[in-house]
């Protein structure tokens, strides 16, 4: 097999797994960290974006005790609650790496990414506005990747190791009704806002073993978990603002990619992931400061509560080169959902299609979508770790779709 047939299907095997097995995965996964462009030749830079359509929706919405003490009646509007909403929005995915090779067997890599995030909003028609109308988490990831490389047999042994420089910030924002529980005694229908943000460090090691001959690679790869003191505002709750901390932590992951020519113009690849979710469970927000004269500092004001179980991402697919310049590639994702029947994230699979065109040795366009399943279930929240919740309902769910499209260029000099 022609080393230079199988390169030609390597990049956009890549683009399609990427495209099903991230698009939508489990926790708040919006992008992997990955060592993919230290395996080019010389230097190199490449940037890309995807957009992600997930389009998820509650029906069947019942059992609020705020809407039973309401009477059924939207203090909004007057009118009956809305039984159901669509609560997830799109949002874009974007990538931006640089290598720049040291030695033939030596080179380290900067990028930019969004590695998670989340963003619903369902309005204020439902009874799922005591508990959320909008909440947004977003994070910006600036890393440096590395590797060196070793003669090992008929191929090379690769050590990979990295850190990251990681910002998070997040906003809610939900109705209270003036008299409710979790309410403090202001006599008016208001919507409260929390608003939060931290930094923190990163790293991540792994090794590989490649035969660049038969274009086969396989690596493992370790990422840390990033802690957070979250600090910030709650506006609203009471008729001043609050400021208020929060502990969280970024889950530490585990993967493991494989890849490898099939046949001459073939290569297939996959790839299994382990995410540590479930160390998120209850997000606890305090007050910083003494709250008039009988509430001191250091009480819990609100909560995010994601009682989240770990992630699994599988994915594989098969490339293939039709000619000099163009190639394709097919993948299929399955992610097991992170939720414990507080949420919707349940399982996910995803088909991939990508294509890539390359006009010259040295430029390479990569284009490709994916149409996936959210699998259908049931959200509960109004008991939580065996607390009443007097904000949550009970909703179903189908199977909804989730699609994505992504475009990326890669120029190697």
């Known amino acids: 097999m022609k080393n230079t047939i199988v390169k030609s299907v390597l990049g956009i095997g890549v683009l399609s797994l ?5 698009a939508y995965a489990g926790g708040l996964e919006r992008s992997s960290q990955d060592f993919d462009i230290l395996f080019e030749e010389g230097h190199a ?20 005790f705020i809407g039973g003490a309401t009477g059924g009646i939207n203090p909004n509007n007057g009118q009956p609650y809305s039984t159901s909403v669509e609560e997830s929005k799109d949002y874009f995915v974007p990538k931006v790496s640089a290598k720049f090779a040291f030695h033939e067997d030596a080179a380290c890599a900067g990028q930019f990414r969004t590695p998670f995030g989340a963003h619903t909003d369902v309005g204020m028609d439902t009874v799922a506005m005591y508990g959320s109308i909008e909440q947004e988490i977003k994070s910006r990831d600036y890393g440096l990747n590395c590797s060196y490389r070793f003669n090992m047999g008929k191929g090379y042994l690769r050590l990979l190791g990295g850190v990251s420089y990681q910002e998070v910030e997040g906003q809610q924002t939900k109705f209270l009704l003036a008299g409710t529980p979790g309410s403090f005694p202001v006599p008016l229908n208001r919507i409260g806002k929390l608003d939060v943000d931290d930094s923190g460090i990163g790293w991540r090691a792994g090794v590989a073993y490649e035969i660049p001959e038969i274009a086969l690679r396989t690596s493992l790869t370790y990422q840390s978990k990033i802690d957070y003191r979250l600090e910030g505002t709650i506006e609203n709750l009471a008729p001043f603002t609050i400021p208020v901390y929060g502990d969280a932590t970024v889950p530490q992951s585990v993967e493991w990619k494989v890849q490898s020519g099939i046949a001459p113009g073939w290569l297939a690849f996959g790839s299994i992931k382990w995410t540590d979710w479930s160390v998120i469970q209850s997000i606890g927000f305090r007050n910083k400061d003494q709250l008039g004269p009988v509430t001191p500092g250091g009480v819990e004001i609100t909560s995010l509560d994601l009682y989240y179980r770990d992630g699994w991402t599988i994915s594989g697919g098969v490339g293939h080169k039709i000619n000099d310049q163009f190639s394709v590639a097919g993948s299929v994702a399955w992610d097991r959902g992170t939720t414990t029947g507080l949420n919707s994230q349940t399982d996910t699979w995803t088909f991939g299609l990508g294509g890539s065109y390359t006009p010259t040795k040295n430029f390479e366009i990569r284009a490709g979508g994916a149409l996936g399943i959210l699998t259908s279930g049931t959200k509960d929240d109004r008991v939580i ?28 000099f």
Not at 45 to 64: D, L
Not at 386 to 407: E, M, Q, R
């Open 45 to 64: 830079f490449e940037a890309g974006v995807t957009f992600v359509a997930p389009q998820r929706k509650y029906k069947n919405i019942r059992g609020s």
């Open 18 to 22: 990427a495209l099903s097995g991230a």
């Open 385 to 412: 770790d065996g607390d009443p919740n007097l904000t949550g309902f009970v909703a179903d769910f189908g199977n909804d779709l989730v699609s994505a499209l992504s475009i990326s260029a890669k120029l190697k």
